[in-house]
C-alpha cells in the first residue's frame, strides 16, 4: 500500500444531468453545473460549470452552450469529455499533482445501456482516468444517505435528479428491483415553462422556470409552510410588451401534478415487485429520498400520504449520491457490485 497509494489520486465523480460533484479526500472540491460553452468556430472550451451557465440562453452565433448530459447520461461525448476534464483541472491549479494513475468511481443511471456506460468510462479515461470504476446511482443514494446496503435488508432509495428519477430496492449489496424514468427536476422546470406559456401568454427561459420552481414550486396545493408569490417577468406572446405575473405555489402545484403522479406510479410498480421479505423491511424503514428534485416542497408529504408508506428527505439531497460515490471510493476492494 504505502507508498503507491501517496501516488495514486483518487476522485469519485457524480456526473450528473444537471450538477456535477467531485469528491477528493472525503470533501468535495468541484461543485458546478454541467454544462460548457464552446466557441462555435475552433471548438474550443471558453467556459465551464456556473461560468457557462450564465451564458446560457445568452450566446450569440460564435458561442454555443452545451449541456452534455440528457436524461442522466452521455449525449454529447466531445462536450463530456471536455467538461469533465476541465473540471478535474479546477481541483488543482498544479496539474501535476494529477499525474501518474488516478483512480476514478463514477456514478450512472441503473438504467443505462452498455453503450451508455461506455461512453461514461471512455470519455473518464479520455480525460485522465487510469482505473474507472462506476456504481449505479441509487446505490450511491443508499450509501450516502447511511445505509448498511450490505445488510441482508431491503430498502427502497429513490433519486429524484435533474434527468431521471432512479427508484430501487436495494439488498445484499446489490438492486433487487428498480425503475429509471425520465420525469425528474429539469422536467418539472419544462412544464413550467409551458404553463406559463399556455396560461399566462408569458414566455420564460429555462432559467427564469426553474427560479419559479425554488421559489413557489410545490407539489400540493396546501402547504403548511406556504411561500409568498414570485412575480415573473417576461414578454407577453401576443403582443412582445413586457409583463409581470404574481405566481402561487397552489398554481405550480397543479402545473406539476402530472409529472409528480408518473413518479408515483413508478414507485408503486418498483413495490410491486417487491419479494414480501423485503416489501416488509421498506414499510418498516420507510422509503428514502435523495436528488435535487426531492426538494420540491411537500413532496415527502404527498407520497407519504398517496403511498401509505414513510418517506424520509436525505441530510442533504442535492450532494448524497457524491458522498455515497465518494464512500465507494474507498472501497473498492471490499465493494464487489462496483463495475469496470
Ligand atoms: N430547492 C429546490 N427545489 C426544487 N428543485 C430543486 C431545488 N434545488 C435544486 N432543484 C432541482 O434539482 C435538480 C438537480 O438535482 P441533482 O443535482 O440531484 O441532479 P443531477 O444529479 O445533476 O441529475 P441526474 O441524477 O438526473 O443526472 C434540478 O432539476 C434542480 O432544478
Ligand atoms: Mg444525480
Known amino acids: 500500500m504505502g507508498l503507491f497509494?501517496?501516488?495514486?489520486?483518487?476522485?469519485?465523480?457524480?456526473?450528473?444531468?444537471?450538477n456535477t460533484i467531485i469528491i477528493h479526500n472525503d470533501k468535495i472540491v468541484v461543485n458546478e453545473p454541467s454544462i460548457v460553452a464552446i466557441d462555435?468556430?475552433?471548438?474550443k472550451l471558453i467556459a465551464i460549470?456556473?461560468?457557462?451557465?450564465?451564458?446560457?440562453?445568452?450566446?450569440?452565433?460564435?458561442i454555443k452552450t452545451i449541456k452534455p448530459l440528457r436524461d442522466g447520461v452521455i449525449a454529447d461525448f466531445d462536450a463530456a469529455e471536455q467538461m469533465i476534464r476541465g473540471l478535474i483541472k479546477m481541483i488543482n491549479k498544479k496539474p501535476k499533482m494529477f499525474n501518474p494513475a488516478l483512480k476514478m468511481v463514477v456514478c450512472i443511471p441503473s438504467g443505462a445501456t452498455?453503450?451508455?456506460?461506455?461512453?461514461?468510462?471512455?470519455?473518464?479515461?479520455?480525460?485522465?482516468?487510469?482505473?474507472?470504476?462506476m456504481i449505479y446511482e441509487p446505490m450511491a443514494a443508499a450509501i450516502g444517505i447511511g445505509i448498511d446496503i450490505e445488510a441482508p435488508d431491503g430498502s427502497l432509495v429513490v433519486d429524484i435528479g435533474g434527468g431521471t428519477t432512479e427508484i430501487a430496492v436495494i439488498a445484499l449489496g446489490g438492486i433487487v428491483c428498480n425503475q429509471s424514468i425520465r420525469?425528474?427536476?429539469?422536467?418539472?422546470t419544462a412544464d413550467i415553462q409551458a404553463y406559463m406559456r399556455h396560461q399566462h401568454n408569458i414566455k420564460i427561459g429555462?432559467?427564469?422556470?426553474e427560479n419559479v420552481k425554488i421559489n413557489v414550486g410545490s407539489s400540493l396545493p396546501d402547504l403548511d409552510d406556504p411561500p409568498e408569490d414570485f412575480t415573473v417577468r417576461g414578454p407577453n406572446l401576443m403582443t412582445a410588451m413586457p409583463i409581470e405575473i404574481p405566481i402561487s405555489y397552489q398554481e405550480i402545484a397543479h402545473c406539476l401534478d402530472k409529472s409528480i403522479s408518473k413518479i408515483e406510479t413508478s414507485i408503486l410498480a418498483v413495490l410491486e415487485q417487491t419479494p414480501p421479505e423485503l416489501y416488509a423491511d421498506v414499510v418498516n424503514r420507510g422509503i428514502y429520498m435523495a436528488g435535487g428534485g426531492a426538494l420540491l416542497r411537500g413532496?415527502?408529504?404527498r407520497f407519504t400520504e398517496k403511498i401509505n408508506i414513510p418517506f424520509h428527505l436525505a441530510e442533504d439531497p442535492l450532494q448524497t449520491i457524491a458522498r455515497g460515490?465518494?464512500?465507494?471510493?474507498?472501497?473498492?476492494?471490499?465493494f464487489s457490485f462496483l463495475m469496470r
Open 5 to 18: 497509494s501517496f501516488l495514486t489520486q483518487e476522485i469519485a465523480i457524480d456526473l450528473g444531468t444537471a
Open 40 to 43: 462555435q468556430h475552433t471548438s
Open 49 to 62: 460549470g456556473q461560468k457557462a451557465l450564465q451564458m446560457h440562453g445568452k450566446t450569440h452565433e460564435n
Open 114 to 133: 452498455e453503450v451508455e456506460r461506455r461512453a461514461v468510462r471512455d470519455s473518464s479515461e479520455h480525460a485522465g482516468g487510469r482505473d474507472v470504476y
Open 183 to 188: 420525469i425528474a427536476g429539469d422536467g418539472f
Open 206 to 209: 429555462e432559467r427564469t422556470a
Open 299 to 301: 413532496l415527502c408529504k
Open 325 to 334: 460515490t465518494g464512500i465507494a471510493l474507498k472501497n473498492v476492494d471490499k
